[in-house]
């Protein structure tokens, strides 16, 4: 396979429930990202990992928990979300450094993921 | 802080062209520009990096004003695959963060 992918691609779960996203690259990439994009918002950064230290937290509630195991593998666990966590979380991968600018961002198709 | 996109959507003909602003309220380092069909992935268009500087690919070019904060995104003689969500990423020089996107749907 190449490039970032995500599974699994659709996850339907409940405030009580424990899940994980999973997404890995084939991009020989050393950074990568956790974007949440929900209806009629914008792209928001969520978690950079950069050679699996985590280097951004955007403020994230830790309902949310993230776990880079290697360059290649990125998690996302999720326990006792709340209904507007519901959205289309976004995987992505770049050559690595600083989140900045020069960074050519590659992304997963995402999950999407419904809390009931 | 957010860039802001202009227009929010916009509808075309086959063969037409169309624009796209990204600006900001602070100094920019870069540009970027992604595209987003529905149901799949953001994909990579191109990035400027220097002020003043303009790329291209197909019949799809850019701008960057760096002294207006501002980039353009030129999509000419539109074709059925443009169709999708046009975001635009900004670096300020402390973080990159992405617009709220542009809707554009070109009918045939």
């Known amino acids: 396979e190449t490039g970032v992918t995500q599974t699994p691609r659709h996850l339907v779960m409940g405030m009580t429930n424990k899940k994980s996203l999973k997404c890995e690259q084939h991009?020989?990439?050393?950074?990568m990202y956790w974007y949440k994009q929900s209806a009629k918002k914008p792209l928001e950064l969520m978690f950079v990992?950069?050679?699996?230290?985590?280097?951004e937290n955007n403020s994230v509630p830790s309902r949310f928990s993230p776990e880079c195991p290697n360059s290649s593998h990125l998690f996302l666990h999720l326990h006792t979300l709340q209904p507007e966590d519901s959205a289309l979380y976004l995987c992505?991968?770049?050559?690595?450094?600083?989140?900045?600018?020069?960074?050519?961002?590659?992304f997963g198709a995402g999950s999407r993921l419904t809390v009931l | 802080q957010q860039p802001v996109q202009s227009p929010q959507a916009v509808i075309l003909r086959e063969g037409e062209d169309a624009v796209i602003n990204c600006s900001s309220s602070?100094?920019?380092?870069?540009v970027h520009w992604y595209r987003q069909k529905h149901g799949e992935a953001p994909v990579f268009l191109m990035i400027?990096?220097?002020?003043?500087e303009q790329k291209g690919h197909d019949k799809i070019s850019a701008s960057f004003n760096e002294k207006k904060q501002q980039s353009s995104l030129y999509l000419t003689a539109s074709q059925l695959s443009y169709s999708g969500t046009y975001f635009c990423?900004?670096?300020?020089?402390?973080?990159?963060?992405f617009g709220p996107g542009t809707r554009l749907s070109v009918l045939p």
């Open positions: 992505a991968s770049s050559q690595g450094g600083r989140h900045s600018g020069a960074n050519v961002l590659t």
């Open positions: 991009l020989g990439h050393n950074a």
């Open positions: 990992y950069n050679f699996k230290e985590q280097t």
């Open positions: 602070k100094a920019l380092y870069s």
């Open positions: 400027l990096l220097k002020g003043g």
């Open positions: 990423g900004t670096e300020n020089g402390q973080n990159f963060v």
